[in-house]
């Protein structure tokens, strides 16, 4: 369940699992669904069956996912009080995986080497703050100059110059441990700004809310930058900052083993304003 100091009238659902997935497949189409909020304060608890919410809607999502399996729709709940608005989002995972394990380091024994891969489920909540064509749905609007999933500036993003979104983007590996979700906004390429993310400088037309996000990527060249303080043989999936200590690639490795793709802190400021809480109950996300 997701809890947020806004209040917006025009909002777009997106969920996105944790598989490689088209442009299509990352965002929702357009929905004339509208979502009913009652007057209430339900608990930030990822269960379901808190009788403070609002009538639940039903959202097409019409998810085109490369290799099959996204979900088909998303059932969406609100409510509010005289402080928060309150927003719960469901669906059922057709992969049943709960992706967990994004940039997971595997070590394999035979080549005494590591690699990094698999990603998370993640849901995104788009508002309005100044679009025209808002209303066109998120897979048309949001991928300013879409041309590769490798190309990360053209990734989420504004389509017109001036345009702005507000976004709330809860992530399984990277905020849901830490019960929040980033908030932040998109802009268009032409506002874009350049950040520095895993060392290096890259263009970003998707910027943090002032404060500070919620953890770093555990990356050090081929190698994890951090382990467990436990390690070698934790294997743990979530990495805390203040369980973390300096990484040895000498230490007693073991075919299989694993260390965290990301190291966890708390957010800070309005970035970290959204509490939520994400609960997986049999191959159902309820966040």
């Known amino acids: 369940m997701i809890k947020g100091k806004k209040l917006a009238r025009i909002m777009i659902v997106s969920v996105a699992i944790g598989m490689v997935v088209s442009m299509m497949g990352m965002v ?8 009913i909020a009652e007057r209430g304060t339900p608990t930030v608890d990822g269960i379901p069956g808190d009788p403070e919410w609002g009538p ?18 998303t059932v969406v709940r609100a409510a509010y009080d005289d402080e928060n608005i309150y927003i719960q989002v469901m669906w059922e995972d057709p992969s049943k995986t709960q992706n967990l394990h994004k940039s997971m380091w595997t070590y394999h024994a035979e080549t005494a080497s590591w690699s990094s891969g698999q990603n998370e489920d993640r849901v995104y909540l788009l ?7 808002f209303g066109a749905g998120c897979a ?31 992530k399984a590996t990277r905020t849901n441990p830490l019960g929040s979700t980033d908030d932040k906004y998109w802009v268009d390429l032409t506002n874009a700004k350049v950040i520095i993310y895993e060392g290096k400088e890259v263009k970003r037309a998707r910027l943090a809310d002032s404060g500070s996000g919620f953890g770093s990527s555990n990356k050090d060249g081929k190698l994890p930058k951090n ?38 802190k708390e957010g800070t400021g309005i970035e970290a304003d ?10 159902v996300w309820v966040v």
């Open 56 to 73: 639940a809607a039903n959202v097409a999502l019409n998810l085109a996912v490369e290799g099959g399996g996204g979900p088909e729709e």
């Open 127 to 133: 508002w309005n703050i100044n679009a025209p064509d």
């Open 28 to 35: 929702s189409a357009k929905s004339a669904t509208t979502v």
């Open 140 to 170: 048309v609007y949001c991928h300013v100059g879409f041309t590769s999933w490798d190309v990360a500036e053209t990734k989420m993003g504004t389509n017109n110059p001036g345009d702005t979104l507000d976004v709330w983007h809860w």
């Open 227 to 264: 382990m467990h303080v436990s390690d070698p043989g934790a294997n743990i999936v979530f990495l805390f900052e203040d369980e973390a200590v300096p990484f040895d690639p000498d230490a007693a490795w073991m075919g299989g083993d694993t260390v965290p793709g990301y190291v966890l």
């Open 274 to 283: 959204v509490a939520t809480s994400g609960a997986y109950y049999d191959g």
